[in-house]
């Protein structure tokens, strides 16, 4: 089958590799129909993580499925499924309470496994012809009948709508609150429309790409350029010097600041500044365990200063 490769920093190749196949009785086949290039692949295309050439990327997966192992019952070959970025056991302690995401038994040793990513297990990524699905009847959200209809929007569900959403549970956000988000990316627009959604009665996003803000505008957020450095004094204007009632970081570890320098607890500290005191974060952004192109000794080890005399 045909793959996207990670040949090295900044060189991806697709290349014909083995097919995809069924390893255990509960894994699922899948053909990939739908997959999407997440702003997180680029943390490993720019050479900032440990990831080894050869791996197969792609963790934001839908498409049929074409095979089922013996042992799963709830998937059919035919269903169309969108595969959530996580790979989850179900079973182990953290799966129980619902934290998919730092399942203690796909990647012995660390807490969170997923398709196609540095640090997150052996699992090869959907930006391919096929992907094999590990217990597949956990990992395989089954979608409608009209899901090849609205294929576009449903492969939403595999990171960026429910990683944005996240944001804002992680944070609390409530009726009625005010809400500042760092970041107009995908996830940071999902995020804020996530709070919209929620009932919150201003959702501040910052950024300094006047296209995103416009985007952010046209959702119904109020966007902060802080192309000048005043993303935080004008928050603190808009929220009469009390700071918001939530944040959301949507950013991550590659922060670049007004000047073009990049920053990684520029956000981090932002928040801090500009989410009231008992206020609280919600932060989505990718933090690395170890960032080898970092630009201080700090960032090298995946270490970021935080002001928490200020938290």
Known sequence: MKAVVYNGPREVSVVDVPDAKIEKPTDVLVRITSTNICGS?????????????????????LGEVIEVGKAVQRVKVGDRVCLPFNVACGYCENCERGLTAACLTMNPGK????????????????????????????????LPPDAQEKENDYV????????????????GVMPGETVVIYGAGPVGLMAAYSALIKGASQVMVVDTKKDRLAL?????ATPIDDTEGRGVEQVMELTKGKGADRGCECVGYQCFNCAGHEVNNLTMNNLVETVRATGSIGVVGVFMPQDPGGATELAKHGQVALDFGKL
Request: with cysteine; aromatic share 10%.
């Open 156 to 171: 939403m569900l595999a990171d960026i709508f429910p990683t944005g959403y996240h944001a804002t549970e992680l944070a």
């Open 111 to 142: 807490a969170g496994a997923g398709y196609g990513y540095a640090d997150m297990g052996p699992y090869a990524g959907g930006q391919a012809e096929l992907l094999r699905v590990p217990y597949g009847d956990f990992n395989c959200l089954v």
């Open 216 to 220: 952010a505008e046209q959702i119904g």
């Open 41 to 61: 692949d680029l943390h490993m295309y720019d050479g900032r993580t440990d990831l080894q050439p050869g791996k197969v990327l792609g963790h934001e997966n």
